[in-house]
């Protein structure tokens, strides 16, 4: 059983608030990733990192920041939530290509 | 640049076996995973292809071949549970680390 948690599942926050949503991973895994995915689609890397202070920007362009100061926490912050951030927020930790995934944030921005 | 492409939709029958390509195109490629979504639930792996050849995981199998840049997952004794959304993903090695890009997806639908 993997063990990848994201809080909250769902949130629903007004236009210009600042949100964080939290991923935590109990494997040790060096290796985490932020994905945005819309109903239906594709998932969009948007973010990744390989060890504590290392994350890099992904595929997709993202207003949204991330950090690792500790090996089994990635939370990723919006300082300014639109309605276009409104989608599911999927994060991920590896092990070679062996990803685990938690459940998603489901963000809608009003 | 990069890129990752399947077929957007597969239709087969209860019990049959069907086959997902997934041809990718990128630089620093180091493997190839598999991974199976249900609507409303996150991703779950499947199965993963660092060198060229077919693996076995019960009634799923994935194969690879660098040469074509190209693989696929094969799907035995299809359920009706197996429909679901199946990615590919790529293992990319960058200056900044290793990362895993996603292709687009392929909609199963297994029919009785």
């Known amino acids: 059983e993997a063990d990848i948690y994201q809080t909250p599942r769902y949130l629903v926050i007004g236009t210009g608030k600042k949100i964080t949503l939290e991923c935590s991973q109990t494997?040790?895994?060096?290796?985490m990733y932020w994905y945005q995915q819309d109903p239906g689609m594709e998932l969009h890397l948007i973010h990744y990192?390989?060890?504590?202070?290392?994350?890099e920007k992904g595929d997709l362009s993202s207003e949204s920041t991330v950090s690792r100061i500790r090996t089994e926490h990635f939370p990723l912050t919006l300082e300014s939530a639109r309605p276009s951030h409104t989608s599911q927020y999927l994060c991920a930790s590896a092990s070679g290509l062996e990803a685990f995934f938690g459940q998603g944030t489901r963000l809608t921005v009003v | 640049g990069q890129s990752l492409e399947q077929p957007s939709e597969v239709t087969a029958v209860e019990g049959a076996i069907v086959q997902i390509n997934c041809t990718y195109q990128t630089s620093g490629f180091y493997g190839l995973s598999w991974y199976q979504q249900h609507d409303g639930g996150a991703p779950t792996f499947l199965s993963y292809?660092?060198?060229?050849g077919l693996e076995e995981t019960g009634r799923f199998s994935s194969f690879l071949s660098r040469s074509d840049s190209y693989g696929y997952l094969l799907l035995q004794e299809l359920q009706m549970k197996d429909s679901a959304s199946y990615f590919c993903a790529v293992g990319i090695l960058t200056g900044g680390g290793n990362k895993l890009t996603f292709g687009t997806g392929t909609q199963l639908k297994v029919e009785l």
């Open positions: 990192s390989y060890g504590v202070n290392s994350t």
């Open positions: 494997m040790g895994h060096d290796k």
């Open positions: 292809n660092a060198l060229d």
